[in-house]
């Protein structure tokens, strides 16, 4: 079954079925990649925010690696953590390899240094406003920190779903880490290469059109979110 | 609310005095220009002191000099003789000619200096001190949809809310319409009635008028006069002052009807 029309019926019909295996699929995907999200927010914000407000001699260092992170290749990250996590790595005792936990990690090093280079430029423009403000004030950089991320807030948001865009459509770390064990460790990305070379273009296809799905959700939320921030005054 | 005085120092009760405010020899270049040439300047607590002076003469940053905002390259800044500690520090506040407001509501602004308050007495210290500065219907606003006379009184209430020894104020009033002025001119004066040193950069010579009792004039970096208000604008001694009193551009080693 090659015909490109029929092909995308059949996808649509198992992405209406409400088929366990492609709902299984699709759930994991979510899980993995918005809880490497969440931690690398917990990470990534602060470090962001710091590097916006704390100078050191090397930031400027500091900052330039952190944004050529932002271009790292996933399946040298999911190479860095198979390396990691192997039994014979320095945490094979642990036994995570092959699942969804190594994925979650892979995830995390990949998009911590997309959301912690985003928020430093999106917190130093906000800092460059405050600065006069919070120096009369007497603010520690504690302080300064947190009331940057509260205030910036809404630009953060958009920097958290740029990092579920990167961590949810990549497939070279998670490959290598979680070894698209079915029912296990298989994602959308991981599902839509092994289906793809199976030659079950349908599931693929639904997959595919899933995650686009996801992709274009992502993107209106991420404008909602800036129109209602600058209706608010508080973008 | 009158802060409780000591009836020997006159200073708050408890806290060690602040004043007088000596600027001692204070310079600052930039880019090989002296933006302030060895300025000595004593303030005292009780007097509204405004400090005039053409563009560039170095009103606001001498300012932020006294604030401890930008550091002198030579000379210091004292407090009733010694440098400030953190103490001191936290005993000033400062009004910047735009206001600089939090990108949160008008109560969430206040709400913002009161960290040492707990959450319920922090929120009746801001209902309190909003209704002082005419602002309790827009409490939960966005602070950046007011108007600029509601923003800068709500920077001016933020400022008073910290209960500060001295208030510096740079050009409050620039852009704001002559009944928003005027508000703001009523919130310094009550703030001065309440016992804080009040330090204003102003160019508007009527504000200056209302409410100077003493006038720094400085001109080129330097401070050119110091003297009581009535006395400055009744006859300045100096070119530069005439010149600006009379809105004459100044020359130095030029003086128009000579």
Sequence with gaps: MT?????????????????????????????????????????????????????????????????????????????????????????????????PTAMIIAQALLVTPLIAALARQSLADLHLEYDELFRSLRLGATDKIAALIWDGRYSLSTVALAGFGRAIAEVGAVIIVGGNIEHVTRVMTTAIALETSKGDLALALALGLILVGLAVAVNVAVLSLNRAAKRLAYA | MLKPLDENTGYGLGRRPIFPLDACNVGFSDGGRQLLDRVSLTLTQGLKTVIMGANGAGKSLLMRVLHGLVKPEVGAVLWARVPADAEVMSRQAMVFQKPSLLRRSAEGNIQ????????????????????????SAVARTPARLLSGGEQQRLAVARALALEPDILFLDEPCASLDPASTMAVEEMIETAHQTGTKIVLVTHDIGQARRLADEIVFMSGGRIAEHTAARQFFDGPVSAAARDYLAGRLHVPGYSAGT
């Design chain 1, 3 to 99: 015909d490109p029309a029929s092909i995308f019926l059949l996808a649509m019909g198992l992405v209406t079925s409400g088929n366990p295996e492609l709902y299984g699929i699709i759930w994991l995907s979510l899980r993995v990649s918005l809880t490497a999200v969440a931690i690398s927010c917990l990470i990534g914000l602060p470090l962001g925010a710091a590097l916006a407000v704390v100078t050191f001699p090397g930031r400027g260092a500091v900052i330039a690696v952190l944004n050529a992170f932002m271009g790292l290749p996933p399946v040298v990250v999911g190479l860095v953590v198979y390396l990691l996590l192997s039994r014979s790595g320095p945490f094979g005792v642990l036994g995570l390899l092959y699942t």
């Design chain 2, 112 to 135: 913002f200096v009161l960290g040492h308050l707990n959450r319920s007495e922090a929120e009746s210290r801001t209902r309190e001190i909003l209704e002082r500065a005419g602002l």
